[in-house]
């Protein structure tokens, strides 16, 4: 029960009532799909569930972030194309145990394939050259299985970094002859993610259809957390309950960090959730979150007028920076992911940790204890 920490699936998992059924729909009729949200509203958490929990569908996961160049994405996906195929560790018995490798591609449906591959791998092929193969490879082994294949890049709004803004072009010209893969996009960073996919100059307008994640819905969440409070015999103000819920404006993750201290109170300490206990429980985890917003503030105060515009923000106080500093400064920003357009002129913090913090004074910005400046 609000659950935190790593992916949310199975029964932990609070359904999306407006996301799910759109992303599966979409699944359904191999349409590629770009899903963008800030860090920590529950991408993942919705991949995890469709794919592993209910298990529908064939498919690679690849987090972008968790490889250091173009040529470890491609040696990734190639790993994890061969597993689809019961061949494991591709790569390693491509330089360790070729004999045994032989053996095993002569199993599968596509051995001249295989063949390719470790004439391409053995040979240390330019990177670019790997990574289309890989993503061609993917493709075969869907065709020789009759299956289409989902394939998920996380944080793809961070491939430039693997290579170049070239990158891009590659990927939209092999992608599009790919007729057996059924590409997933997910990407924290809102406005970069916005400009691959949305824009018209870019070479991945129109080939996704985009999902804006928002928070989770009020509502939905609120009757989750009673009836789960309800069968434990909590004593709750359902009016306060409500209203801390709305004020994490449906933040998946810090919602559930909220919630569960509120159980966990209730039920060790016997604790009634009332005004005090809601305060109590958002400070908590405000201060334990408090390494990862002073982290994002320093590089926030590396940059010139950027704490001061975000700071500026969360207080509403007027900027006095000239207007073309500001507008620069507020498209920094949001590339950097932490604040996010509402309408013209008018902008909101993404995370609403960061924005508590900002909104202390000066003394306690730089040491409160165990209790912060808050209004429910």
Same mark, same amino acid.
């Given at each position: 029960?609000?659950?935190?920490?790593?992916?949310?699936?199975?029964?932990?998992?609070?359904?999306r009532?407006k996301?799910?059924?759109l992303?599966?729909?979409?699944?359904?009729?191999?349409?590629?799909?770009?899903?963008?949200?800030?860090?920590?509203?529950? *991408?993942t958490s919705?991949? =995890?569930? +469709? /794919? !592993?929990?209910?298990?529908?569908?064939?498919?690679? @996961?690849?987090?972008?972030? $968790?490889?250091?160049?173009?040529?470890?994405?491609a040696?990734?996906?190639i790993?994890?194309?061969?597993?689809?195929?019961?061949i494991?560790?591709?790569?390693?018995?491509?330089?360790?145990s070729?004999?045994?490798?032989?053996?095993?591609?002569?199993?599968i449906?596509?051995?001249?394939v295989?063949?390719?591959?470790?004439?391409?791998?053995?040979?240390?092929?330019?990177?670019i050259?790997?990574?289309?193969?890989?993503?061609?490879?993917?493709?075969?082994?869907a065709e020789? *299985?009759?299956i289409?294949i =989902?394939? +998920? /890049? !996380?944080?793809?709004q961070?491939?430039?970094?693997? @290579?170049?803004?070239?990158? $891009?072009e590659?990927?939209?010209?092999?992608?599009?002859?790919?007729?057996?893969i059924?590409?997933?996009?997910?990407?924290?960073?809102e406005?970069?993610m916005?400009?691959?996919?949305?824009?018209?100059?870019?070479?991945?307008?129109?080939f996704?259809?985009?999902?804006?994640?928002e928070?989770?819905?009020?509502?939905?969440?609120?009757?989750?957390?009673s009836?789960?409070?309800?069968?434990?015999?909590?004593?709750?103000d359902?009016k306060?309950?409500?209203?801390t819920?709305?004020?994490?404006?449906?933040?998946?993750?810090?919602?559930?960090?909220?919630?569960?201290?509120?159980?966990?109170?209730?039920?060790?300490?016997n604790?009634?959730?009332?005004?005090?206990?809601c305060?109590?429980?958002?400070?908590?985890?405000?201060?334990?979150?408090?390494?990862?917003l002073?982290?994002?503030?320093?590089?926030?105060?590396?940059?010139?007028?950027?704490?001061?515009?975000?700071?500026?923000?969360?207080?509403?106080?007027?900027?006095?920076?000239?207007?073309?500093?500001?507008?620069?400064?507020?498209?920094?920003?949001?590339?950097?992911?932490?604040i996010?357009k509402?309408?013209?002129?008018?902008?909101k913090?993404?995370?609403?940790?960061?924005?508590?913090?900002?909104?202390?004074?000066d003394?306690?910005?730089?040491?409160?204890?165990?209790k912060?400046?808050?209004?429910?």
């Amino acid at each position: 029960m609000f659950h935190t920490g790593s992916p949310v699936k199975g029964k932990d998992f609070i359904d999306r009532k407006k996301h799910l059924p759109l992303f599966k729909a979409y699944l359904d009729n191999n349409q590629h799909i770009m899903i963008k949200a800030p860090r920590r509203f529950g *991408k993942t958490s919705l991949v =995890k569930h +469709i /794919f !592993d929990y209910e298990k529908e569908y064939e498919y690679i @996961y690849i987090d972008i972030r $968790l490889n250091y160049s173009l040529e470890t994405l491609a040696n990734h996906i190639i790993n994890k194309a061969y597993e689809l195929v019961k061949i494991k560790n591709f790569i390693q018995q491509t330089k360790e145990s070729l004999f045994n490798l032989l053996q095993s591609i002569k199993t599968i449906s596509i051995p001249e394939v295989a063949e390719l591959s470790i004439d391409i791998v053995s040979k240390k092929t330019e990177p670019i050259e790997l990574f289309i193969h890989s993503l061609n490879l993917v493709d075969k082994i869907a065709e020789a *299985k009759n299956i289409n294949i =989902k394939v +998920i /890049f !996380d944080e793809f709004q961070d491939i430039t970094n693997l @290579y170049d803004k070239n990158i $891009l072009e590659v990927l939209r010209s092999v992608a599009q002859h790919h007729s057996n893969i059924t590409y997933i996009f997910l990407g924290s960073i809102e406005s970069i993610m916005t400009k691959i996919f949305e824009s018209k100059i870019s070479p991945f307008f129109h080939f996704a259809s985009v999902i804006q994640l928002e928070g989770l819905d009020i509502d939905e969440l609120y009757d989750y957390t009673s009836k789960e409070f309800s069968k434990k015999s909590i004593n709750y103000d359902k009016k306060m309950l409500y209203k801390t819920i709305e004020f994490l404006q449906g933040h998946p993750e810090y919602s559930a960090k909220v919630l569960q201290t509120l159980y966990i109170n209730a039920t060790i300490q016997n604790k009634p959730i009332d005004k005090n206990s809601c305060l109590e429980a958002i400070s908590f985890r405000v201060i334990e979150n408090r390494a990862y917003l002073d982290e994002i503030i320093l590089k926030l105060k590396t940059k010139k007028h950027h704490f001061e515009v975000v700071y500026n923000i969360a207080n509403s106080i007027k900027s006095t920076l000239p207007s073309a500093t500001l507008y620069n400064t507020h498209i920094s920003l949001e590339d950097m992911g932490i604040i996010k357009k509402v309408q013209k002129g008018k902008y909101k913090i993404v995370d609403i940790f960061l924005e508590i913090l900002l909104k202390q004074n000066d003394d306690t910005m730089v040491a409160f204890n165990d209790k912060i400046k808050l209004e429910l």
